[in-house]
């Protein structure tokens, strides 16, 4: 396809940010074609990097008049191709609007630009003994913008629950090029709760650009266990009895053998042994007082599932090697092969050990490589599935394998995605778990803030409105060929 | 056909709400009678009082052009209940305390803190009312996994699921929750639950109201085993009685007892004193006007005076920043007044009781400056010919 940009839409968007944060030429869209999701990458027509609200709106504003359509974007971190520059678009990278504007440590609240990083903010609280919640394994790069866009989630959700949890008030530019603000600094409004509605719209609704969030305070005590089991059903089953237990541990994440095996081999290797089934950190947090029974009864729910060993870190180091067997295990897999095919979707917890037997036999079945690591505390897999997009067959297996992993769990009650979110990948997987019934007050909502869908089109539900390079009105453009 | 669902008859039953007086109530029994119930009503364009337990009915702008009731009582039950899993299905009649006995027996927990015998998961949901447990427990769309609910045009449809982590699709049920039934009416939610505390402990104590002592108590809300904190104080007194539950394990309810009693002169309270206290704030009285206002924590001591300085009674959330306050007001400038300051102060205040002449004057609700036309937006496409609680909503929507 023949990408082209208007030059007179080029021209407007150059004097509302300036040359330096207009990038039109093939090079510097290159790294733009996708976020985190690599299967199917789209060239944006151009990428625009404002610092404040007011360009926003007038690049909002400019595509408008073009005919153009255009996608928000925060760090390009996301895994479901929520970023794509579907349709011809003009991307809206937000991570240059990296300000926090106001810490008010006594109310535990910041207001802050979409650009900032999610462990920035939390650096630049810790003296105030607060942190941001949300903990998204890519928090090191990935942008306050985007978690809202996702609602985004992270090992520490069992406790601290999703970003939807720790926003209080938005301001956004709607898809008309108006600046609209919801919310408020209570995170209680009487009318509908607007707020509520547009964290984990994957940016379909609009550009937000300020937040209002929610801080928490630093847990006085933590403590961190790594439990070796012979098999990841018998992990699973751990997991289900801690639930059941009454503790609310503030993360109980799981990593298979293959994963392990990969991680002791690479640069974040954490001293697991190789011969382990799976691994099962557990942290438990809260008042210093209450955390030694609570390892006393974690250690007796694992030892019941037959778990190997049991080790409760001794110091921060040993904290952050546990995690590193956690945290390292995306870098780790690169190990595997070339390619990684991230999925996600949610199970009752229950369900875990009969799922993850399910999607062993279907990549099994596939001829698939498969490595899993997962937030169990909360039902939420991650069937990680190593290949290379080069192979057509193989790739073809891999896709066929994703779309029967989700309609297993979708089987046994499930959802197909827990923190990724919809984007483009699982788009026309809606209908596992939506019927067009339940789909109607989605659109009815999509379009009561983006009517012709011009903002992030295609992205969640399909979009209906042609963009750029169908409409009618957009053959008389003066266009540009890109390079 | 056979399976489209009829109909029910409407019986006759007199409840007076602002605006208007119904005489005539639906009660389904079936989310496809809702359904008929609404198709019919949309095409007729007739205006319906949607309701659960009739628990919060006054707390509405003046209902226009409002003929029938839809009742959802006809719809309860949990009909599933998973202790392994720490959730359950209640259809939307279903009383909230029935559901706190079913789980407490099997060592959870409903997050709902909703007043009232006669609440119920239905009338909780639309009207996302919290109580001072909130504290812990959330806000209620935190508890809510999933709704079945019944469109204007009668479509029953489904958002959200069964599990604890979900972003598949846009998040309908936080749009729903606190929509007073103006967009959908919903019968039926799946629940998160919680664990139930190991021990539970409740204490009194009766400082005196100063700042200083107030400002401590908020800070003893941060205490991780405090699950409700109430300030209760009458205007003029010097003296303020103070509530606070504990809930969690042996160890932390006692060391932070330990901490309380180092800033407060405590005693043991009856149990279910948050639970008295609670109900207390959704009395209906004889009070001319009673109100919610909230507001960032700092700032909720001198909204608490300014509203005790006017003569009303006040009961206050410290550490969720809620004053409740009910009494007498001379005129209508007053209320709009705390309104005015809760507003400076980053928050909100709704009216839930107040003179007839007065709420033709003002709104009930206060909603965010600046959203009218996405709200009027939203309300045409969700329900066009205007059926669902006409006039009672933020904007007499």
Partial sequence: MNHVAPQSLLDRLTRIVGPENCLSREGELFAYECDGLTLEPRRPLAVLLPKTTREVAEIVRACRDHDVCFVPRGAGTGLSGGAHATENSVLIECSRMNRILEVDAENRIAVVQPGVVNAELSTAIAHHGLFFAPDPSSQQVCTIGGNIAENAGGPHTL?????TNHILALEMVLPDGQVERFGNRVGETAGYDWV???VGSEGTLGIVTEATVRLTSIPEGVETLLAIFDDVVAACRA????????????????????????IEASVYAAGIPTSAGAVL???????????DSEVATIRKLCHAEGCRTIERARDEEERTRFWRARKGAFGAMGRLAPDLYVHDAVVPRTRLPEILEKVCEICDRHRLKLANVFHAGDGNIHPNICFDKRDPDELARVMKAGEEILEACVAVGGVISGEHGIGLEKRDYLHLVFTPLDLEPMYRLRESFNPDGVCNPGKIIPTTRFCVESNPKARGYDAVPLG | MSDIACIPDSKP??????????EQHYEPTTPEEVGAILAEATEKKTGLLISGGRTRLHWANPARDISRGLSLVGLAGVDQFEPEEGVLHAAAGTPVREI????????????LDSPGERSTV???????VVGPRAHAFGRVADAILGLDVVGADGAVSKTGGRVVKNVTGYDLAKLYCGSFGTLVVVTGAWLRLRPKPAIRRVLSARPEASRANFEACRALGRLASVRALVWNQDPGSAFADVVLELGGSEEGVTHDRDRIAAVLEIEEAASNRIDVLRDQRAEMGREDVVLRARVIGTECEKLARAILELGLHVSIDPALGVVHARGTLDDVKSLLAIRERARTQGGLAIFEVLPDAWRTQLDVFDEAIGTESLRLTLKKRFDPAGILNPGRFVGSL
Avoid at chain 1, 159 to 163: D, I, L
């Fill in chain 1, 159 to 163: 406790k601290y629950g999703t970003t």
């Fill in chain 1, 196 to 198: 509520g509605a547009i």
């Fill in chain 1, 239 to 262: 997991v289900g009895r801690v639930i059941r237990s009454g503790l609310v541990p503030a993360a109980m994440e799981i990593v298979d053998q293959r994963t392990i095996r990969a």
């Fill in chain 1, 281 to 291: 950190i557990i942290e438990l947090d809260g008042n210093p007082v209450c955390l």
């Fill in chain 2, 13 to 22: 039953c007199r409840i007076q709400i602002p605006g208007a007086l119904v």
């Fill in chain 2, 100 to 111: 706190r006995a079913l789980v407490a027996a099997e060592g959870w927990e409903l997050p």
């Fill in chain 2, 122 to 128: 239905g009338g909780t949901v639309a009207s996302a």
